[in-house]
């Protein structure tokens, strides 16, 4: 039988998908004022952050994007319009096409990821804070009708109670 969820864990994962959201909402105006798409900017970032063996190809980035084959072309399509990225041929496989960053797409991207960082280093506090009670093995004991998380003899404080902490 499956263990029933406590409030605190509904609370916690509430509160981790509202930081994800805002933590992506900034990054498509970030990207925006950069000039990018938001997409655009995640498909310039798949390029950089891909792990040096694996191969560079659209389908790659598609998979890593959620996009279909031909909407990851088109973004690249547009990506190389604008001189950011280029398409090269395998050299094992002529058929295969392999993308990498040109240093123009390589400075706007370097500028974005720059801020990003810096308002994770900034505000990445409250996105773990947020995650942590669901990774924890919470053991939940009801005391006066509300659910308090337990892990480690420690319990998980309540969004009201963080709020009347000093900052971290």
Do not use: C
């Not at 900034?26 to 000039?35: I, P, V, Y």
């Not at 792990?51 to 072309?73: C, D, G, M, W, Y």
């Not at 990506?79 to 390589?106: A, N, W």
């Not at 996105?127 to 480690?152: C, F, M, Q, Y």
């Amino acid at each position: 039988m499956a263990k029933k969820i406590s409030s605190t864990e509904f609370q916690a994962l509430a509160e981790l998908r509202y930081r994800i959201r805002l933590f992506l909402r900034e990054g498509d105006a970030a990207a925006r004022l950069a000039g990018l798409e938001p997409q655009q900017y995640l498909m310039l970032l798949a390029i950089r952050g891909l792990a040096p063996e694996t191969p560079p190809k659209i389908q790659i980035f598609a998979n890593r994007l959620a996009l279909k084959h031909h909407s990851a072309v088109e973004l690249v399509d547009r990506l190389e319009q604008r001189g950011y990225v280029k398409r090269t041929r395998s050299r094992e496989d002529r058929r295969e096409v392999l993308v990498s960053l040109l240093p123009r797409g390589e400075k706007l991207l370097e500028r974005v990821v720059q801020q990003r960082i810096g308002e994770l280093r900034a505000s990445g506090r409250e996105l773990v804070h947020a995650i942590e009670p669901l990774l924890r093995d919470v053991r939940t004991r009801n005391d006066g009708g509300r659910d308090k998380a337990v892990s480690s003899g420690q319990r998980v404080r309540s969004r009201s109670e963080k709020s009347n902490l000093p900052p971290r």
